[in-house]
Nanobody, 114 residues
Framework: VQLQASGGGLVQPGGSLRLSCAALGSIFTIGAMGWYRQAPGKQRELVARMISSGMPNYADSVKGRFTISRDNAKNTVYLQMNSLKPEDTAVYYC?????????WGQGSQVTVSS
């Protein structure tokens, strides 16, 4: 299984970015797929994920600003990030949980700064 992530970059406070992550390879079932982030000096934390039923989970800090969606046919999830704040600055990692194993993407830098 490989995770191919894209998106990220530099944006001003209040701006928007969109991340995408495609799962490639032989994937029979997806337990959950989504995004985590890690800021300098901090632990990796959940941002948003979508479990197999389609129910989304969000960190409290991003509720109302971020939206996760998925395209089942493409095994791809998207994270639309609006109203970005400087505290959203971090490396964002795509995660796929399948058959008892976590898979991670390479990480995408998101920097929110004026």
């Amino acid at each position: 299984v490989q995770l191919q992530a894209s998106g990220g970059g530099l944006v001003q406070p209040g701006g928007s970015l969109r991340l995408s992550c495609a799962a490639l390879g032989s994937i029979f079932t997806i337990g959950a797929m989504g995004w985590y982030r890690q800021a300098p000096g901090k632990q990796r934390e959940l941002v948003a994920r979508m479990i197999s039923s389609g129910m989304p989970n969000y960190a409290d800090s991003v509720k109302g600003r971020f939206t996760i969606s998925r395209d089942n046919a493409k095994n791809t999830v998207y994270l639309q990030m609006n109203s970005l704040k400087p505290e959203d600055t971090a490396v964002y990692y795509c995660n796929l949980y399948t058959r008892g194993t976590d898979h991670w993407g390479q990480g995408s830098q998101v920097t929110v700064s004026s």
